[in-house]
């Protein structure tokens, strides 16, 4: 079973860059879909951006155009680059890996967007 951790959050400016990564201890090869997702205090968790296998991504609308999602299958890293980071993004962010039906998740990494 795949396992994974979150890393790359912190505070930041708006309109500043982080780049968050999700190490799988477990091959990704299997996953058809992995995704980053955040939750903010008091907010549901949504989904942010999600890969699937075959090459298809999906953003939410809000993070069009300044997030970009990406995976490294040699080294089991899923990416989320950050940029033009607004105090909105400030949230607890998760990784979340699609294999069969088990849906695996990570346990977070805080991005606070602040000045």
């Not at 890969?51 to 300044?66: C, P, T």
């Not at 993004?89 to 998740?105: E, G, L, P, Q």
């Amino acid at each position: 079973q795949v396992q994974l951790m979150e890393s790359g959050g912190g505070l930041v400016q708006p309109g500043g860059s982080l780049r968050l990564s999700c190490a799988a201890s477990g091959s990704i090869r299997s996953a058809y879909a992995m995704g980053w997702y955040r939750q903010a205090a008091g907010h549901e968790r949504e989904m942010v951006a999600r890969l699937f296998d075959g090459g298809s991504i999906d953003y939410v609308d809000s993070v069009k155009g300044r997030f970009t999602i990406s995976r490294d299958i040699s080294k089991n890293i899923l990416y989320l680059q950050m940029n033009s980071l607004k105090p909105e993004d400030t949230a607890v962010y998760y990784c979340a890996a699609d294999v069969d039906t088990i849906r695996t998740w990570g346990r977070g990494t805080q991005v606070i967007v602040s000045s």
